[in-house]
T-cell receptor
Framework: AQSVTQLGSHVSVSEGALVLLRCNYS??????LFWYVQYPNQGLQLLLK??????LVKGINGFEAEFKKSETSFHLTKPSAHMSDAAEYFC????????????FGTGTRLTIIP | DTGVSQDPRHKITKRGQNVTFRCDPI?????LYWYRQTLGQGPEFLTY????????KSRLLSDRFSAERPKGSFSTLEIQRTEQGDSAMYLC???????????????FGPGTRLTVT
C-alpha cells in the first residue's frame, strides 16, 4: 500500500521567508507524487507533480519540490512567502496505470505572518 | 471549460435522512472520482468511474452509500440513513483521456459540505 506522511500540521512563516513543507512517502513501486493546495471553501488545485525524470519539479506560483529517493521525501519549497500563499497544502501519491486514485496526507496549514 | 461543478455546496440534514449530491465533470472527461474529506484530514478516496462504469469502490463506501454515472457524464452520490459520522466535505474530481502524460491531473470541484444533525 502507498502512503504519505506530512510532518507538521501547522507551519507559520514570515512574509518573504522561505517556505518548507515536508512530505515523506511509502511505496513499494516508484511513486507518482503530487502537491495540492486548498484555499478556504474551495476544491484542491494541483501545484506540481513528479512522475519520472528530473527530480526537481517546478510548479505554479513559484513552488517547487525535490524528489529524493534515498530519503523517501518530496518536500515543497518556495523561496519567498507571499500573503496569498496562506492555505492548506496536501501531499499525495497515486497508483500506477489503471489505478490513478490519490492517497493524501493529512495536510499542512500554512500561515503567513505579515 | 467551466471546471468541475458540484451541487449543492452545503447540505444540512437530520440523522436518518437520505441525501443526494451531484457532480458535473469537465466536458469530455471520462474519469470521475469521489473523495471524502473530514475536518483536519486529507481527502480519502471513495470511488471512481470510467465513463459509466464504476471501477473501484473503497471500503469506506458502506452499503448506505451508492454512486452512479448513468450516461457517463454527471454523477450522483447518495447516502441513505445518514449518520453524524457522515458529516464531511464530499469532493468530486475528473480527468481527461486526452492528457498526454500519465498520471493524468485530476481537476477538483468545490465540494459539497454535509452536516448531519
Amino acid at each position: 500500500a502507498q502512503s504519505v506522511t506530512q510532518l507538521g500540521s501547522h507551519v507559520s512563516v514570515s512574509e518573504g521567508a522561505l517556505v518548507l513543507l515536508r512530505c515523506n512517502y511509502s511505496s513499494s513501486v516508484p511513486p507518482y507524487l503530487f502537491w495540492y493546495v486548498q484555499y478556504p471553501n474551495q476544491g484542491l488545485q494541483l501545484l506540481l507533480k513528479y512522475t519520472t525524470g528530473a527530480t526537481l519539479v517546478k510548479g505554479i506560483n513559484g513552488f517547487e519540490a525535490e524528489f529524493k529517493k534515498s530519503e523517501t521525501s518530496f518536500h515543497l519549497t518556495k523561496p519567498s512567502a507571499h500573503m496569498s500563499d496562506a492555505a492548506e497544502y496536501f501531499c499525495a501519491v497515486s497508483g500506477h496505470f489503471g489505478n490513478e486514485k490519490l492517497t493524501f496526507g493529512t495536510g499542512t496549514r500554512l500561515t503567513i505572518i505579515p | 471549460d467551466t471546471g468541475v461543478s458540484q451541487d449543492p455546496r452545503h447540505k444540512i440534514t437530520k440523522r436518518g435522512q437520505n441525501v443526494t449530491f451531484r457532480c458535473d465533470p469537465i466536458s469530455e472527461h471520462n474519469r470521475l472520482y469521489w473523495y471524502r474529506q473530514t475536518l483536519g484530514q486529507g481527502p480519502e478516496f471513495l470511488t471512481y468511474f470510467q465513463n459509466e462504469a464504476q471501477l473501484e469502490k473503497s471500503r469506506l463506501l458502506s452499503d448506505r452509500f451508492s454512486a452512479e454515472r448513468p450516461k457517463g457524464s454527471f454523477s450522483t452520490l447518495e447516502i441513505q440513513r445518514t449518520e453524524q459520522g457522515d458529516s464531511a466535505m464530499y469532493l468530486c474530481a475528473s480527468s481527461s483521456p486526452l492528457q498526454g502524460q500519465y498520471p493524468r491531473e485530476q481537476y477538483f470541484g468545490p465540494g459539497t459540505r454535509l452536516t448531519v444533525t
